[in-house]
């Protein structure tokens, strides 16, 4: 079992910045991929990044590329979405999530374990 809790969300307006968290407890979090995906409001989740086991490799979704940065400390079970240039395109509820077995980056049927989510809102 691997329990994930997002925080950091919150409200900001166009152009600002906000660090996700995601805490990771159980199994080993250095021995798997950790994604971050999203949802608004009346759309399907969609893949924002991903970050490998290591830190050292990292995917985003076209929509955030320049933008979003992901990174992890295996120390800490951590792992961060640092978003800046915020859009109210951006407004969704963010979630982070565990892929044990390796499989697809950006589908989320292929991740084993998720967080609850955590409201980001841009303001315009």
């Known amino acids: 079992q691997v329990q994930l809790v997002e925080s950091g969300g919150g409200l900001v307006q166009a152009g600002g910045s906000l660090r996700l968290s995601c805490a990771a407890s159980g199994r080993t979090f250095s021995r798997y991929r950790m994604g971050w995906f999203r949802q608004a409001p009346g759309k399907e989740r969609e893949f924002v990044g991903t970050?490998?086991?290591?830190?050292?490799?990292?995917y985003y979704a076209d929509s955030v590329k320049g933008r979003f940065t992901i990174s992890r400390d295996n120390a800490k079970n951590t792992v961060y979405l640092q978003m800046n240039s915020l859009k109210p395109e951006d407004t969704a509820v963010y979630y982070c999530a565990a892929d044990l077995v390796g499989g697809r980056y950006w589908y989320s049927s292929d991740y084993d374990y998720w967080g609850q989510g955590t409201q980001v809102t841009v303001s315009s």
């Open positions: 970050v490998d086991w290591s830190g050292g490799t990292t």
